[in-house]
């Protein structure tokens, strides 16, 4: 697969990030990279994770005679979750080799190998025929495409009639806040080129032909992993501060940003620069 630059640098953050997102998202246990649902079912932050993988599956009515495509699978935390929970059949596509390698594993050790495969693709432009899956997952993936609307469209492509498109992904409030200094400091901290606002991403799927579109705006139940995030900004710059007083390795501007953005996220999403939205939508 040919990455392009873009590709390249949210392939390198990943591998770059991985070490804090075992420290500050518990990665070993969680395998997942995503903020969570809040709600009252939940009394922690690992709980958290795994109910927005359910809260997922259940508007997206996911059964398990399902083929389900994982658009931005990461290391296969949810491939491998619907795989447990209700026996469907998962396939996993993620830019990064090093993801796709580290997911297989987990599927093994997880004993559901027979239920999910994974594959270096780009889930804008994928090589699998026509009609080949039941419901399209975008779990705070979507952010990276290229071109949201392009990923849209594969979707349609790719989904049987009848099949479910669900998305759990931050969305500017107003499009042009993607060149608010707040948010594009957060995103560029990163590595996420722009955001789509709900009303765009909704006409994008109106264009491909999606019917029975809803759209909410779920962030009070992610505000909690929001604020969590701009806590451990403060925590991660004194571990800085320390290694830098040590002579220790001292964190790369890239390792910088990614700190910075932790505080930038939660700022946007206080004052309604951003907003973390549920979307599913149908294929007739």
Request: contains cysteine; aromatic residues 14%; hydrophobic residues 35%.
């Amino acid at each position: 697969m040919q990455l392009t630059n873009y590709h390249k640098n949210i392939v390198d953050y990943y591998a770059e990030s991985e070490n804090a997102y075992k420290d500050s998202w518990d990665l070993n246990n969680s395998l997942a990279i995503h903020y969570g649902f809040w709600d009252d079912k939940v009394k922690n932050f690992p709980q958290s994770l795994i109910r927005m993988n359910e809260v997922m599956m259940e508007v997206a009515d996911i059964k398990s005679s399902d083929k389900v495509l994982d658009a931005g699978c990461g290391i296969g935390g949810s491939s491998i979750f619907l795989a447990e929970k209700i026996g469907c059949h998962v396939t996993g596509i993620s830019l990064s080799e090093r993801q796709i390698n580290k997911a297989k594993e987990l599927a093994v050790d997880k004993k559901v190998e027979t239920k999910v495969d994974f594959k270096a693709m780009n889930y804008c432009a994928t090589s699998f025929p026509g009609e080949s899956f039941d419901v399209v997952w975008g779990c705070e993936s979507i952010c990276y495409a290229d071109d949201k609307e392009q990923f849209i469209k594969e979707a349609w492509r790719l989904l049987k009639p009848g099949g479910r498109l669900v998305v759990a992904d931050g969305f500017v409030t107003n499009f042009k806040n993607n060149d608010h200094s707040t948010i594009r400091n957060w995103l560029d901290g990163w590595r996420v080129n722009y955001l789509e606002s709900p009303e765009r991403f909704q006409k994008f799927m109106r264009l491909a032909g999606f019917k029975n579109i809803s759209f909410n705006d779920i962030s009070k139940f992610t505000v909690h992993s929001s604020r969590r995030l701009y806590k451990f900004y403060f925590l991660a710059n004194l571990y800085l501060a320390w290694k830098s007083i040590t002579f220790s390795n001292r964190a790369t501007e890239k390792q910088k940003k990614n700190i910075a953005a932790c505080k930038h996220q939660y700022d946007g999403m206080r004052n309604r620069l951003w907003q973390y939205g549920l979307t599913v939508a149908t294929k007739p």
